[in-house]
């Protein structure tokens, strides 16, 4: 089950959230990933808790907005130019007898943080064409990673990457080492991208929204693949999501995320069949239906995520919540209530009910 560290101010610890445990990978802990500018500041990641359990799968969803894109780079504490982690922790124990690395207190660019990011957590892109350098064959750049972190030499270094190619599926893995991207389907450049992020064999995988901009049937055969690999390894992958249904195929816990927060958590089943939440509740009720009639119309969230400069008071969800009550969720803010093991969700209406 998800397991909410514990932590002196974090919402969710607040709510009763569990001490740190022996069997998470990662612990995000009161995560604070702000933006600074001229126009005011973002808190695209604003007090995230939540924990990646050894060898299994998180999916982290929402709409476009969420923060979940950068929830997941600030576990690489590799943020994007503007942005810095503010607050918060990010606890990785690599074994369960080892000592937790707080990876947001580590320097982004230092040493002990370089050499965590691609050795043992990896990350596999969105668009694998800006993720793949143009100008250097794909043997280039893979052998570049893996001599980077696992040391060896240039001889043992090519016949690792011909094995990492082999593994993810690439068809004469010798012969397209000498390939360039662009020489790739979109579908190939994927599992390009993935051997890279498994290169030195992390434990950790941050898959980005990886499957969004490939066909449908590619798109199954990278998630039969992320699988085998996840089961081959024992890998934890923090997998980010906006389509309901690959979150319903993979996943072992979901994080729903909504402007910044974590508004309910849980394992599959439990957000799937018993969410409380009316955010994941209007998710789930806006995927299509295989057996819904023709002429029924698709269920739609009213509104639009709020801009991050004009979040609204209150509970940030209000506005477009069909249950929302005037005087209540326009005012106060809410916490984090515990519903069941493992499961926790933010609303005011739920709070009232306990």
Do not use: W
């Amino acid at each position: 089950m998800l397991q909410i560290p514990m932590n002196t101010d974090a919402n969710f610890a607040a709510a009763g959230g569990r001490s740190p445990h022996r069997d998470a990978l990662i612990e995000v802990d009161d995560l604070r990933t702000h933006f600074f500018g001229g126009a005011g500041t973002i808190r695209a990641v604003d007090g995230v808790s939540f924990s990646i359990p050894r060898g299994k799968t998180v999916c982290v969803v929402g709409e476009s907005g969420s923060g979940k894109s950068i929830t997941g780079r600030s576990i690489l504490n590799q943020v994007p130019r503007g942005g810095r982690i503010v607050s918060g922790a990010i606890r990785y124990r690599p074994n369960p007898a080892a000592a937790a690395i707080d990876l947001a207190a580590l320097d982004p660019r230092g040493r002990d943080m370089r050499a965590i990011r691609g050795a043992q957590i990896g990350l596999i892109s969105q668009e694998p064409m800006a993720a793949l350098s143009p100008v250097h064959t794909i043997g280039n750049q893979m052998m570049e990673v893996i001599r980077l972190h696992l040391k060896m030499g240039k001889k043992e270094a090519r016949e690792h990457a011909i094995e990492t190619l082999a593994l993810v599926g690439i068809p004469r893995p010798a012969e397209r080492m000498e390939s360039y991207a662009f020489q790739f389907s979109g579908g190939m450049r994927q599992r390009v991208c993935i051997a890279l992020a498994l290169a030195c064999r992390p434990k950790l995988l941050i898959a980005d929204e990886p499957t969004t901009a490939l066909d449908v049937t590619t798109q199954a055969n990278i998630l039969d693949l992320l699988a085998s690999l996840q089961a081959e390894f024992g890998l934890s992958v923090l997998f980010v999501t906006h389509d309901l249904g690959v979150v319903a195929e993979i996943a072992d816990e979901v994080v729903v995320m909504y402007v910044g927060r974590v508004v309910e958590a849980g394992d599959v089943d439990t957000i799937f069949h018993a969410p409380v939440h009316p955010y994941t509740k209007a998710l789930l009720q806006s995927v299509p239906r295989m057996h819904g009639q023709p002429s029924e119309r698709l269920a739609t969230i009213e509104g639009m995520v709020p801009s991050r400069f004009e979040r609204p008071e209150g509970c940030s969800f209000h506005p477009r919540c069909r249950e929302a009550r005037a005087g209540l969720c326009d005012r106060k803010d809410p916490g984090s209530v515990v519903i069941g093991d493992g499961h926790v969700a933010s609303c005011l209406l739920y709070e009232e009910r306990q």
